[in-house]
Each structure stands twice: as structure tokens, then as C-alpha cells.
């Protein structure tokens, strides 16, 4: 089994569980369709932190894509064997398996067809290591987060322009809490609602993952404590908390090396930003409703 999602009239919601989602009708395309394909792809989307996900698929459907989404127990690899699709959009990091080992076991499939399928890494990892062996591995394109819906038009074309594309402008290191720049731009392209319901994601998992980080630095799971740290950059980048997305991505890089006492004060650091870029966003988000 696994999950499709289009724009079809008659299809339900598909995140109807995400707080102010209901059934809103799709917003008219604010951006200009230029670069979208002609024609609608089935695209296989695997990507594990659910706010990128759900945005990769918003953005997806409103462009007149099938989207496939693998169960959580459900093998990628198993879909693009059974399925017929057109593009693959994956992440580097995945609960159950390295994304540079998915792109290099698809490639291999027997069937040609299957194993040539287009694939792009979309990831908020920024080392210059693991990009390129996704490159190396067979990846068409890699596209860092936060990604802009242009950009995933552009990789989605036959022949994309550019075959690596970094972070969008967003810098390194940032003192900037909260981009509302990024977030107004995000409702002019989805829809004031649907974004709004996309930011209430964020404020869901808030707890949560901090709550994660803490216990990954008491038990001393660096691996832990590194993935929990880089779906939350990604997370943060898409909704311009660019402070958060940056102290993330230090802690995605530092993880391994550090003293439990470093670890402590980096993860108790990472959680004030997070509760600043939280609040921060609950107060913009009220301004918009």
C-alpha cells in the first residue's frame, strides 16, 4: 500500500488532521506556471520530516502532479519497482536507510526504465561531502532547504538548468529569528490558510523535539541528536527562521565530536531559539487570521 495524492475535484483532503487545513479549496496559483513540465508527473516524494513533506506536496499538487508517498514501514525501492513513476524527490537523511544507499540501489534495479528514473535530493544538508556523493551516486539534482517553489519547478523539467543548486540566500550563520519575508511569500504561493495550517506543523512538534534532543544528549546517540537536528534546520528554513535553521545545522555538524557537557548547553541553546522562533511565529501567524 502506499498514499497518492493529486488534484482531483472529488479527492479529499489529504492532511485533514493538520489544524486549520479542513476543506479549503485550493488556492489560485500566484506564481507564473511557466516553469512547470506540460504535462503532470508522478512523482515518488520521500521525505521523512513531516512540514517539508506536507510543502513539497502542497506544492506538488497545485501544479497538477500525482504524488506517491511511501507508508511508513513501506520499502521506496518496492514502489519505484511497482509503480510507473516519473520523478523521485528524496532526502539524504531517513530513519531506516542512507539516502546516497537509496539512490545508488535504484540505480541499479535491472530494469532500465526504473533505474533512470530522474531523482532529486531536496535536504538541508550543506556539507560539501555528502552533496556530492549523492551527485556521485546518481542524483540529477540536489536542491538545498529551504527550497523555493521555482526551483523545485525548474529540477522538475526535463533538462534542469543547473544539476546542484545551494541554499536559496539564505546565510550560514543569521541573528534573524524570523524571516516574515519568507513567510508571506509562502502564503502568496499557497494560499494564506493552507500555509498557515503548514506553519501550525511546526508549532505542533516544537516540544516534541526538543524534548527528542534532550534525550538523544542524556543517552549519548550523537546519530540521534545529529538527524533530530537536521529535519528541525530544514523545518525552520522553510518557514525563514533563519537563526534556528542556522544554530541546526551547526549542531548537525558538531553532534558527532561533542563532550556530553558541550552537548547539554548546545541542545539547551538550540531550545531557547526554538521557543523564540515559536513564539515569534504564533504572533505573526495571528496577525494573518
Given at each position: 500500500?502506499?498514499?497518492?495524492?493529486?488534484?482531483?475535484?472529488?479527492?479529499?483532503?489529504?492532511?485533514?488532521?493538520?489544524?486549520?487545513?479542513?476543506?479549503?479549496?485550493?488556492?489560485?496559483?500566484?506564481e507564473?506556471?511557466?516553469?512547470?513540465?506540460?504535462?503532470?508527473?508522478?512523482?515518488?516524494?520521500?521525505?521523512?520530516?513531516?512540514?517539508?513533506?506536507?510543502?513539497?506536496t502542497?506544492?506538488?499538487?497545485?501544479?497538477?502532479?500525482?504524488?506517491?508517498?511511501?507508508?511508513?514501514?513501506?520499502d521506496?525501492?518496492?514502489?519505484?519497482?511497482?509503480?510507473?513513476?516519473?520523478?523521485?524527490?528524496?532526502?539524504?537523511?531517513?530513519?531506516?536507510?542512507?539516502g546516497?544507499?537509496?539512490?545508488?540501489?535504484?540505480?541499479?534495479?535491472?530494469?532500465?526504465?526504473?533505474?533512470?528514473?530522474?531523482?532529486?535530493?531536496?535536504?538541508?544538508?550543506?556539507?560539501?561531502?555528502?552533496?556530492?556523493?549523492?551527485?556521485?551516486?546518481?542524483?540529477?539534482?540536489?536542491?538545498c532547504?529551504?527550497?523555493?517553489?521555482?526551483?523545485?519547478?525548474?529540477?522538475?523539467?526535463?533538462?534542469?538548468?543547473?544539476?546542484?543548486?545551494?541554499?536559496?540566500?539564505?546565510?550560514?550563520?543569521?541573528?534573524?529569528?524570523?524571516?516574515?519575508?519568507?513567510?508571506?511569500?509562502?502564503?502568496?504561493?499557497?494560499?494564506?490558510?493552507?500555509?498557515?495550517?503548514?506553519?501550525?506543523?511546526?508549532?505542533?512538534?516544537?516540544?516534541?523535539?526538543?524534548?527528542?534532543?534532550?534525550?538523544?544528549?542524556?543517552?549519548?546517540?550523537?546519530?540521534?541528536?545529529?538527524?533530530?537536528?537536521?529535519?528541525?534546520?530544514?523545518?525552520?528554513?522553510?518557514?525563514?527562521?533563519?537563526?534556528?535553521?542556522a544554530?541546526?545545522?551547526?549542531?548537525?555538524?558538531?553532534?558527532?565530536?561533542?563532550?556530553?557537557?558541550?552537548?547539554?548547553?548546545?541542545?539547551?541553546?538550540?531550545a531557547?531559539?526554538?521557543?523564540?522562533?515559536?513564539?515569534?511565529?504564533?504572533?505573526?501567524?495571528?496577525?494573518?487570521?
Open positions: 500500500m502506499h498514499r497518492q495524492h493529486g488534484k482531483k475535484k472529488d479527492d479529499p483532503d489529504p492532511f485533514p488532521s493538520h489544524p486549520l487545513a479542513g476543506d479549503v479549496p485550493a488556492p489560485r496559483r500566484q507564473p506556471p511557466a516553469e512547470t513540465p506540460a504535462s503532470p508527473l508522478r512523482i515518488l516524494v520521500i521525505e521523512d520530516d513531516r512540514l517539508s513533506r506536507v510543502l513539497l502542497e506544492w506538488l499538487i497545485q501544479d497538477g502532479h500525482r504524488v506517491l508517498l511511501p507508508e511508513p514501514d513501506q521506496p525501492v518496492t514502489l519505484v519497482r511497482s509503480q510507473e513513476v516519473d520523478r523521485i524527490l528524496t532526502d539524504l537523511h531517513l530513519p531506516d536507510r542512507d546516497v544507499e537509496l539512490i545508488r540501489t535504484i540505480r541499479a534495479l535491472p530494469d532500465p526504465r526504473k533505474a533512470g528514473v530522474p531523482i532529486l535530493v531536496v535536504t538541508a544538508e550543506t556539507r560539501p561531502e555528502p552533496l556530492r556523493a549523492a551527485r556521485s551516486a546518481g542524483a540529477d539534482v540536489v536542491l532547504k529551504p527550497v523555493e517553489r521555482s526551483m523545485l519547478r525548474q529540477a522538475l523539467t526535463p533538462h534542469p538548468p543547473l544539476p546542484v543548486r545551494h541554499l536559496r540566500s539564505e546565510p550560514q550563520t543569521s541573528d534573524t529569528i524570523l524571516n516574515t519575508g519568507i513567510l508571506e511569500q509562502g502564503c502568496r504561493s499557497l494560499g494564506t490558510e493552507r500555509f498557515l495550517s503548514i506553519c501550525q506543523i511546526f508549532c505542533a512538534l516544537e516540544h516534541e523535539t526538543v524534548q527528542a534532543m534532550e534525550q538523544a544528549c542524556q543517552r549519548s546517540e550523537a546519530q540521534t541528536l545529529a538527524e533530530i537536528a537536521h529535519r528541525l534546520s530544514g523545518r525552520a528554513g522553510h518557514l525563514g527562521m533563519e537563526s534556528l535553521a544554530q541546526a545545522r551547526t549542531l548537525v555538524n558538531e553532534a558527532r565530536q561533542m563532550l556530553p557537557s558541550e552537548c547539554a548547553e548546545r541542545v539547551r541553546t538550540l531557547a531559539a526554538s521557543q523564540a522562533a515559536g513564539q515569534a511565529l504564533k504572533q505573526w501567524m495571528r496577525q494573518r487570521v
